[in-house]
């Protein structure tokens, strides 16, 4: 910035204050705001820039107040209230203040977030050097662009919990996905949880760019499958078409143990009867005799007989028996409130699983275990 004392041209504050033509009185806006940014300013020179800023704010022509914006959108010669005043202006006066003005705080940001203007929002997300507690409000309260902007900005604090609120909001969008898997950084959580959603080439550049094992991808798309695959079958139960579902995920090879225990611990019992009643090769009404005969035997063996994992038919055993408790008591829930009583039951009776087997289950009934969750709930168990 140039040194010397503030010096306002007298034709331009002419034009300024009498002129009726907008354009000549935004042209002297832009070049009095432009002198007086460039220079150094004693206290009391600064004060009477900041005074003509906020007279020039009140300009009833867009054009002179969209002078005032463009020229110092940079500057902190801009009063912070002139500045706000400017950014609930219409969008081409507001978008050049907010996305760039220095003066505001991280309140005045989430403020503006707040107020709800898509395009104000983007402006807040395509801040260069964004705070943390900033992003994550716009993670959390604004639009779909707005966060698809904050993924593409890597000069951006964007933390990992305000990344996992993206996912949880826009994890459907296949373009908010791509972009968020194409960041230069993303924790492991974050890529593990795109891998389930994206697209076959968002994937492979995921696995490439973040190292992730094939395995472990394979396995996190084998998840989402298979709760798409729960998800659809609601349709199926309302339209009393389970049976044939089922013989076409047999098909498919998409019937197998990961699939059936998801089913039964949320309750979609008709599923497990008719996909052990097909792996074991028997008829629906045997397959629900054995299934739900009340001895110990009837379970065991069309389980075995569908060639089952030997290590989780004590799970099973405990989803049935929950289920048929649940049944037992008549009480109408409604499906989420039906999985959490089941998921909560069942897990107090998995007391002789070991931990291997535990976490198993925990993926597979979609939990999110903390790295001791396994032993918190053996214990929990125990206690019980």
Same mark, same amino acid.
């Given at each position: 910035?140039?040194?010397?004392?503030?010096? +306002?041209?007298?034709?331009?504050?002419?034009?300024?204050?009498?002129?009726? +033509?907008?354009?000549?009185?935004?042209?002297?806006?832009?070049?009095?705001?432009?002198? &007086?940014?460039?220079?150094?300013?004693?206290?009391?020179?600064?004060?009477?820039?900041?005074?003509? %800023?906020?007279?020039?704010?009140?300009?009833?022509?867009?054009?002179?107040?969209?002078?005032?914006?463009?020229?110092?959108?940079?500057?902190?010669?801009?009063?912070?209230?002139?500045?706000?005043?400017?950014?609930?202006?219409?969008?081409?006066?507001?978008?050049?203040?907010?996305?760039?003005?220095?003066?505001?705080?991280?309140?005045? $940001?989430?403020?503006?977030?707040?107020?709800?203007?898509?395009?104000?929002?983007?402006?807040?997300?395509?801040?260069?050097?964004?705070?943390?507690?900033?992003?994550?409000?716009?993670?959390?309260?604004?639009?779909?662009?707005?966060?698809?902007?904050?993924?593409?900005?890597?000069?951006?604090?964007?933390?990992?919990?305000? &990344?996992?609120?993206?996912?949880?909001?826009?994890? @459907?969008?296949?373009?908010?996905?791509?972009?968020?898997?194409?960041?230069?950084?993303?924790?492991?959580?974050?890529?593990?949880?795109? +891998?389930?959603?994206?697209?076959?080439?968002?994937?492979?550049?995921?696995?490439?760019?973040?190292?992730?094992?094939?395995?472990?991808?394979?396995?996190?798309?084998?998840?989402?499958?298979?709760?798409?695959?729960?998800? +659809?079958?609601?349709?199926?139960?309302?339209?009393?078409?389970?049976?044939?579902?089922?013989?076409?995920?047999?098909? =498919?090879?998409?019937?197998?143990?990961?699939?059936?225990?998801?089913?039964?611990?949320? /309750?979609?019992? /008709?599923?497990?009867?008719? /996909?052990?009643? %097909?792996?074991?090769?028997?008829?629906?009404? *045997?397959?629900?005799?054995? %299934?739900?005969?009340?001895?110990?035997?009837?379970?065991?063996?069309?389980?075995? *007989?569908?060639?089952?994992?030997? *290590?989780?038919?004590?799970?099973?055993?405990?989803?049935?028996?929950?289920?048929?408790?649940?049944?037992?008591?008549?009480?109408?829930?409604?499906?989420?409130?039906?999985?959490?009583? &089941?998921?909560?039951?069942?897990?107090?009776?998995?007391?002789? $699983? /070991? =931990?291997?087997?535990?976490?198993? $289950?925990?993926?597979?009934?979609?939990?999110?275990?903390?790295?001791? @969750?396994?032993?918190?709930?053996?214990?929990?168990?125990?206690?019980?």
């Amino acid at each position: 910035m140039a040194s010397g004392s503030l010096r +306002v041209n007298e034709t331009d504050l002419k034009l300024l204050i009498r002129s009726e +033509v907008e354009e000549e009185r935004a042209t002297a806006a832009h070049k009095l705001c432009r002198s &007086m940014d460039r220079i150094a300013l004693s206290d009391e020179e600064r004060a009477s820039a900041q005074k003509l %800023i906020a007279f020039l704010s009140r300009d009833t022509a867009e054009l002179v107040r969209r002078a005032l914006a463009v020229t110092l959108r940079s500057s902190t010669l801009m009063p912070t209230e002139v500045a706000l005043r400017l950014a609930a202006d219409i969008d081409n006066i507001a978008i050049p203040m907010i996305s760039q003005s220095p003066v505001f705080g991280d309140g005045d $940001l989430i403020a503006i977030i707040r107020a709800g203007r898509s395009h104000a929002q983007i402006a807040v997300a395509s801040r260069q050097g964004l705070s943390r507690d900033v992003a994550e409000v716009v993670a959390s309260d604004a639009g779909i662009e707005a966060v698809r902007r904050l993924a593409a900005n890597d000069n951006a604090d964007f933390s990992e919990r305000a &990344m996992s609120i993206a996912v949880d909001r826009f994890g @459907h969008d296949e373009e908010t996905v791509t972009i968020l898997a194409n960041r230069h950084i993303l924790p492991p959580s974050i890529v593990d949880r795109l +891998v389930l959603v994206a697209t076959e080439q968002v994937k492979q550049h995921l696995i490439t760019r973040h190292k992730v094992p094939l395995e472990t991808a394979v396995r996190l798309s084998d998840f989402a499958r298979e709760r798409a695959t729960l998800d +659809v079958l609601d349709e199926a139960i309302r339209s009393q078409n389970v049976p044939e579902f089922v013989r076409t995920l047999h098909a =498919r090879r998409a019937l197998n143990a990961s699939l059936l225990l998801r089913a039964v611990a949320r /309750g979609q019992m /008709g599923l497990f009867e008719h /996909g052990l009643s %097909i792996l074991a090769q028997v008829p629906h009404h *045997r397959a629900w005799l054995m %299934i739900h005969d009340a001895g110990p035997l009837g379970l065991r063996a069309i389980y075995d *007989r569908a060639g089952l994992p030997p *290590r989780l038919f004590s799970a099973f055993r405990a989803a049935v028996d929950t289920w048929r408790n649940i049944q037992a008591e008549g009480t109408e829930l409604d499906a989420e409130a039906f999985r959490q009583r &089941m998921l909560e039951r069942f897990m107090t009776q998995m007391n002789t $699983l /070991g =931990r291997d087997d535990l976490d198993y $289950l925990m993926d597979r009934l979609d939990m999110v275990p903390t790295p001791d @969750h396994a032993y918190a709930a053996r214990a929990q168990i125990s206690v019980a």
